[in-house]
């Protein structure tokens, strides 16, 4: 289910999705007769890029989701547990363990690690699954996290988890009624809290890499289609589907649980 998830979504993402139409468009152009159609395609899957790429409706998209938390702030209680949350690594001897670490990994890791000095004594929980790596997420976030000074007494890996659901499920085991800062993406943050709501634990939100900023006054920048503007557009999407699996899963098992 989880394979089938992935490989779904990834057709549903805008630019696959574009690029798909677009080539629809050149097929129906090439060997059919019906070039209105063609061209419609065609002028769809063009015109979605420039939109999506276009900062106004990117950020317009994704600001909304980044503002769902603030910015972690101590709040004088001390903390037990600091979990960052996995999001992509590679294993390249060619590159400093640092590279390996995917941006959005890196950036997670770096606000844990702050957060967790913050609290002499507390533990960094990291997590996620291989993804056809021998090394972990957690695992190759945790090289990293001893790179940077942290103590390996401190670290605690949940290396199984594939999805937000498994970590919040399987952090519950670890944490039960302690004190836990939860840190992910900005943009992941609703979903993440939800579901670790789900399962009984009540994380303090500690957003991070925020994408989306209305700041940007250089129209140059501002008005010029760019991938990073398409990557929040692909972001907010990824979230949106998100949520509609947690939709489906939850109607699932309440089927499953009236039928036992």
């Known amino acids: 289910m989880f394979e089938l998830k992935k490989i779904v979504s990834a057709f549903l993402m805008p630019l696959p999705a574009m690029l798909i139409l677009g080539v629809i468009g050149l097929l129906l152009l090439w060997f059919t007769r019906r070039k209105g159609l063609a061209s419609a395609f065609i002028s769809f899957a063009f015109l979605g890029i420039f939109l999506m790429s276009f900062q106004p409706i990117a950020t317009s998209l994704l600001r909304p989701l980044e503002k769902a938390y603030p910015p972690y702030v101590p709040a004088g209680k001390a903390v037990e547990y600091v979990m960052v949350l996995g999001s992509g690594h590679v294993i390249d001897s060619a590159m400093p363990m640092t ?5 959005t990994s890196l ?9 967790h000095r913050l609290f002499p004594g ?21 090289k990293v996290a001893l790179a940077l000074g942290v103590n390996k007494n401190d670290i605690l890996l949940l290396e199984t988890a594939k999805d937000t659901w498994e970590e919040a499920f399987q952090a519950k085991s670890v944490v039960g009624d302690s004190k836990l800062v939860l840190v992910t993406s900005a943009s992941h943050m609703t979903r ?14 500690a957003p991070t890499n925020f994408l989306a900023s209305n700041k940007i006054n250089q129209p140059w920048d501002r008005y010029q289609p760019q991938a990073s503007y398409l990557e929040q557009t692909e972001r907010y999407w990824h979230e949106t589907m998100g949520r509609w699996w947690r939709t489906i899963r939850h109607h699932l098992n309440e089927k499953v649980a009236e039928q036992a």
């Open 192 to 205: 993440a809290m939800a579901e670790f709501h789900d399962v009984g634990l009540n994380p303090t939100a």
């Open 107 to 115: 950036m997670r890791l770096n606000e844990g690690i702050r957060i």
């Open 99 to 103: 590279s390996q670490l995917s941006r």
């Open 122 to 142: 507390s533990k960094l929980i990291l997590s996620g699954y291989g993804g056809g790596s021998a090394t972990s997420q957690a695992r190759m976030m945790a």
